[in-house]
C-alpha cells in the first residue's frame, strides 16, 4: 500500500468547509470527484486541518492510502476538472506512517481585515470600519504567549481530550490595505482564531481593557469571548511537518 499526500490551496467561499460532510460541497468531496474523474475508481482521502465554512487555504493537505501508483505528472489533469477556486499544487509519495493531521507539528493562520470598503476584498477580509488601537491589539496579542489553556477560545460541542494549545507567534501588522493578525501554534482548538481576533477587537477599540482581556483567558469560558468574526478574513497559510 502506498501513501501519498496532497497539497491543496482554496478559496472557501462556496464551500462548506474542508472535510466531507453529507449532503454539502466541501474540498475534500470535489477533489475526491477529481481523482475519481482521472482514476476512474473511488479514493478516501485524510484531511491535515478542518476548516470552517467559507475560510480559505494557501496551504493545506491530505493523504491517501492506494495500491494505485499515482502519476504525479497529473497535477495538471486534476486541476483541470477541479473548480477554478480549487487548485492541487502537488502530489507526492510519503512514508507509510506519515499522516496529514497527525503527524504536523504547527498550523499558521492569518486573519485579514479591511478598513475601507473594497470590492476586491469582499470575499477575503473583514470590512470592519472602526478606529483600533494597534498597540492595545498588540499587547493582546503578546498576552497570549504566557497562556497555555485556551477553553475560553473554544467553540461548544467539541469533541478534544485537552484545551492545551502552544502559540508561537502572535501579531498584528499591516499588509498591503489589510489589518492582520498571524498565529502559529502547534494545535488550534473548534473556533479558536476567529474567538482570539473578535475578542481582541474589542480590546483594539476601548470596549474591553488589556486586564479584562486576561479575565477573559483565566475564566476558561466560551461564553465570555467573542467569535462573531466572519468566516471570508480567516486563511491556513501554512501546516508544518518534521523532515
Given amino acids: 500500500m502506498l501513501r501519498y499526500f496532497i497539497e491543496v490551496a482554496y478559496k472557501g467561499t462556496h464551500y462548506s468547509g474542508f472535510q466531507t460532510q453529507d449532503?454539502?460541497?466541501t474540498i475534500q468531496s470535489?477533489?475526491?470527484e477529481a481523482l475519481q474523474?482521472?482514476?476512474?475508481k473511488e479514493f478516501q482521502l485524510t484531511c491535515s486541518s478542518r476548516t470552517d465554512a467559507g475560510v480559505h487555504a494557501l496551504q493545506n493537505f491530505f493523504h491517501l492510502d492506494t495500491e494505485t501508483e499515482l502519476n504525479l505528472k497529473l497535477v495538471y489533469n486534476l486541476n483541470a476538472v477541479l473548480p477554478n477556486d480549487i487548485i492541487i499544487k502537488q502530489i507526492?509519495?510519503?512514508e507509510p506512517d506519515k499522516h496529514a493531521r497527525f503527524s504536523a507539528t504547527h498550523r499558521q493562520?492569518?486573519?485579514y481585515i479591511t478598513r475601507e470598503r473594497n470590492p476586491f476584498l469582499t470575499e477575503t477580509a473583514w470590512f470592519y470600519p472602526y478606529n483600533l488601537d494597534i498597540d492595545a491589539l498588540q499587547q493582546a496579542a503578546d498576552l497570549l504567549l504566557t497562556y497555555a489553556d485556551f477553553t475560553t477560545f473554544s467553540k461548544r460541542n467539541t469533541q478534544v481530550k485537552t484545551f492545551l494549545c502552544q502559540i508561537i507567534v502572535s501579531k498584528w501588522y499591516y499588509?498591503?490595505?489589510c489589518l492582520v493578525y498571524e498565529v502559529k501554534a502547534n494545535r488550534f482548538l473548534r473556533g479558536m482564531v476567529r474567538g482570539l481576533v473578535g475578542t481582541m477587537l474589542k480590546?483594539?477599540?476601548?470596549l474591553i481593557s488589556l486586564d479584562d482581556f486576561e479575565l477573559i483567558i483565566e475564566a476558561k469560558d466560551c461564553t465570555k469571548a467573542n467569535f462573531n468574526t466572519p468566516a471570508n478574513g480567516?486563511?491556513?497559510v501554512k501546516v508544518t511537518y518534521p523532515d
Fill in 23 to 25: 449532503n454539502a460541497e
Fill in 30 to 32: 470535489k477533489v475526491e
Fill in 37 to 40: 474523474t482521472i482514476y476512474k
Fill in 92 to 94: 507526492f509519495l510519503v
Fill in 109 to 111: 493562520y492569518k486573519y
Fill in 175 to 177: 499588509e498591503n490595505d
Fill in 203 to 206: 480590546v483594539g477599540r476601548g
Fill in 234 to 236: 480567516l486563511f491556513l
